[in-house]
């Protein structure tokens, strides 16, 4: 007869728990997400500039909420003379659709991201996410 058995197995899956989400915690530190929307008003929406920390991979978002016309996401990368280049686009989407399309950061390089609509009645947004 067993009196003084210890209870190691709620400890160990405990444990587990804890190293997992730490895990998955520090794969999504630091990032930062910026959005842009269009709302009926005008074609062409930008976020915040932000400056990349680290080579790393990041995304864009874009999604068309209107009706009868099409949006396109970009995420543009800021640069002093020339005009700014397109490091990733989702390209021309129909109403109701979305898309989300990866790039390569560069560190200490400049971001922004941009919906642009159609018509000014387009409706949808952007997320830039920068690692």
Request: cysteine-free; hydrophobic content about 25%; proline content about 3%.
């Given at each position: 007869m067993l009196i003084n058995k210890k209870r190691t197995d709620k400890k160990k899956v405990l444990s587990a728990f804890l190293v997992i989400g730490l895990i998955l915690g520090s794969s999504t530190v630091g990032a930062?997400?910026?959005?842009?929307?269009?709302?009926?008003?005008?074609?062409?929406?930008?976020?915040?500039?932000?400056?990349?920390?680290?080579?790393?991979?990041?995304?864009?978002?874009?999604?068309?909420?209107g009706a009868n016309t099409t949006t396109q996401g970009n995420?543009?990368?800021?640069?002093?003379?020339?005009?700014?280049?397109?490091?990733?686009?989702?390209?021309?989407?129909?109403?109701?659709?979305?898309?989300?399309v990866g790039f390569k950061q560069q560190d200490g390089k400049k971001y922004y991201g941009q919906i642009v609509g159609q018509t000014k009645n387009a409706r949808g947004g952007v997320r830039l996410t920068i690692n």
């Open positions: 930062a997400t910026y959005t842009a929307n269009l709302n009926g008003s005008s074609n062409n929406a930008k976020t915040t500039t932000v400056t990349a920390k680290g080579n790393k991979s990041s995304s864009i978002y874009a999604t068309n909420s995420a543009k990368r800021k640069v002093t003379i020339l005009p700014d280049s397109t490091v990733a686009s989702t390209g021309w989407m129909n109403p109701g659709s979305s898309k989300t």
